[in-house]
């Protein structure tokens, strides 16, 4: 059965990378249509104040995943723009998981100096519709010398239990949870005790705890350490980064945006749409690549994803790269010899 996916190459480099991971996508031969929303843009926000129209959030709807490639324009001064788009189809899709990988590909993109503790390849998961993205909150006595801004942070029983039960599902060594329960504790609590009955669930499975101060910087002194780290919506947000950079940089990095009950995902490279470069030819297609490589996975085409993921592999290697990465290929160029070692897998 054809699976259809809708395309948003959104702004800046993001219609540059993502026509390179469609066209690795294509070059597999897959049964797979694509619906692309080249209007979804910043540009059209501009022009009529709407992010993203009803009829665009059915079209999505309709379809079995979205590949996503980036938002953000400097032209436009509030995050009005960002939220209409990215965090709606994060709510209202309930995409409860942001998944974020994080590999090292190659010794030489490590910032560390210490060769031992380099080899990260762990899975950042995120609980991605709670926490204080909510939009809980208001402002008091705004533009004056008395303002009082108030955002809430949301912890719910339900929204920590599911994101913790697909981290358990996902884990083949072991669970961090990161959380800062002893100076959050409202929410610490809510974190705390999912966390307890979950680790009593799975024995299986190694279980251990950190505050997200302590996991900073155990991230940073050997990252090799961890498997899966489980946190909330800030902490993920920040933490995933961090791991981004351990592995080589944003410009390499992929997430999904997943509800693994109805299946349904957003990927999108994390590298936002780097206006500076937009144009040039010389945004790192990698995470885009990559992040169509997650999105293949989830849906049924697990041996082609790999496949992908071994030719990126591949090329770090041969230095087939964008000067992000030491090289001077263009982003056209390097997708080329993504697919040329897809073909001689």
């Keep these: 059965m054809t699976k259809t996916v809708t395309v948003i190459p ?15 996508i294509d070059s597999l031969g ?3 249509a694509v619906d692309v929303l080249d209007h979804v843009n910043a540009d059209t926000y501009l022009r009529t104040g709407v992010s993203l129209s009803d009829e665009d959030f059915e079209r999505i709807k309709a379809s079995d995943s979205v ?5 953000g324009d400097p032209r436009v001064k509030t995050s009005d723009y960002g939220r209409g788009v990215l965090l709606r189809l994060r709510f ?35 609980e991605n519709t709670e926490g204080l993205y909510t939009d809980i909150g208001g402002v008091l006595r705004g533009n004056t010398v008395h303002e009082m801004a108030v955002d809430a ?30 100076a959050v504790r409202h929410g610490g609590q809510v974190w705390q005790r999912v966390f ?5 669930k799975h024995p299986g499975i190694s279980s ?26 800030s902490y993920g947000d920040i933490l995933s980064d961090l791991a981004a950079m351990l592995a080589g940089g944003l410009g390499n990095a992929a997430s999904a945006n997943i509800n693994p009950d109805t299946g349904f995902g957003l990927y999108e490279p994390v590298h936002g749409s780097a206006p500076d470069i937009a144009g040039q ?64 897998a």
Excluded at 67 to 71: E, Q, V
Excluded at 108 to 126: E, G, W
């Design 10 to 24: 959104g702004d800046g480099i993001g219609p540059e990378v993502t026509k390179e991971a469609l066209e690795t």
């Design 30 to 32: 897959l049964d797979l």
């Design 67 to 71: 590949l996503f490639g980036a938002i």
């Design 92 to 126: 209202d899709l309930d995409l409860y998981v942001n998944h974020r990988p994080a590999t090292l590909l190659q010794e030489r993109l490590s910032p560390l100096r210490d060769a031992r503790t380099r080899a990260i390849d762990a899975v950042i998961v995120r």
């Design 153 to 182: 942070d949301v912890s719910t029983y339900m929204g920590v239990s599911r994101v913790m039960e697909y981290a358990y599902s996902i884990a083949e060594r072991g669970v961090c949870m990161v959380d800062k329960s002893n």
């Design 196 to 200: 307890r009955e979950a680790a009593e």
């Design 208 to 233: 251990t705890h950190l505050y997200v101060d302590a996991a900073a910087m155990k991230l940073i002194s050997d990252p090799s350490q961890f498997d899966v780290i489980v946190t909330n919506n």
């Design 281 to 344: 030819g010389i945004g790192n297609p990698f995470g885009a690549i990559l992040s169509s490589a997650l999105m293949l996975e989830r849906l049924g085409w697990a041996a082609e994803a790999k496949a992908i993921q071994l030719a990126v592999g591949t090329a770090v290697a041969d230095g087939a790269c964008t000067p992000d990465l030491g090289g001077s290929l263009t982003t056209q160029q390097v997708g080329a010899a993504v697919r040329a070692s897809l073909a001689g």
